[in-house]
């Protein structure tokens, strides 16, 4: 499976913007890059996932480098809620609907208020 | 009610005995995984299965067994547990939308002294 890298650890002040940067240099043509989330004590979210275009929705913007080794999770307007271990996953479209996740250690996101 | 339920949320149990986690959704839906997350780490994939006949290992399953007793229904046993594998554990089916995602349970915090 292509791996990603995160940073471990982020911080951010409440309402303000924060990029998450993924990086996924060995990411094939048929690899969706996904996005999830921790909060504490809960299961993992989804947040977003994009294949090669920008995606935006209700939580988070995705910005998708041209030659797609890299990506951003963008979260416009942090807030407290927002506080959480955020990972960045491949998931191999080749798969079809049958497919599994590999979770990374994530970045886990500080926001301050 | 949650789409995806798991008993027990919390189970504390000795060294060499078995156990049984379940997992029950309401969605209809053909897949279902077993994850574990270590503290401070990210999610491993311990079984998943794309139908009630089709079962797979994930990266760890070792020490494991599943048990796909109907399309909603799909449990995790532990045959001698061992305090290694005190965790989180989470249950997990597709997403509905996007549907090429997935929607995680409330998960079992296990603790095996």
């Known amino acids: 499976d292509a791996k990603t890298t995160q940073p471990n650890s982020m911080e951010s002040n409440e309402e303000e913007p924060v990029h998450l940067p993924c990086n996924h240099s060995?990411?094939?043509?048929?690899?969706?890059i996904h996005w999830y989330r921790q909060l504490p004590s809960q299961g993992p979210e989804y947040v977003i996932h994009?294949?090669?275009s920008n995606v935006n929705n209700r939580m988070a913007s995705l910005a998708i480098a041209e030659d797609r080794k890299s990506s951003t999770l963008i979260l416009h307007r942090a807030t407290l809620r927002d506080a959480a271990v955020y990972y960045c996953?491949?998931?191999?479209?080749?798969?079809?609907?049958?497919?599994?996740?590999?979770f990374g250690k994530g970045t886990l996101l500080t926001v301050n208020p | 009610d949650a789409d995806v339920t798991q008993t027990p949320r919390n189970r504390i149990t000795k060294t060499g005995k078995r156990i049984m986690l379940e997992c029950s959704q309401t969605?209809?839906?053909?897949?279902m995984y077993w994850y574990r997350q270590d503290p401070g780490l990210g999610l491993q994939l311990i079984y998943y299965?794309?139908?009630?006949?089709?079962?797979n290992k994930g990266e760890i399953s070792d020490g494991y067994s599943v048990s796909r007793q109907a399309q909603a229904k799909f449990s995790l046993s532990l045959e001698s547990a061992i305090p290694n594998q005190t965790a989180l554990y989470f249950c997990?089916?597709?997403?509905?939308?996007?549907?090429?995602?997935?929607?995680f349970g409330p998960g079992t915090r296990l603790t095996v002294l």
């Open positions: 996953i491949l998931r191999d479209r080749g798969g079809g609907s049958n497919y599994k996740l590999t």
């Open positions: 060995t990411i094939s043509g048929t690899d969706y």
């Open positions: 994009g294949l090669t």
């Open positions: 969605k209809g839906h053909d897949r």
């Open positions: 299965s794309f139908d009630v006949k089709d079962i």
């Open positions: 997990a089916m597709p997403g509905q939308f996007p549907t090429d995602t997935q929607y």
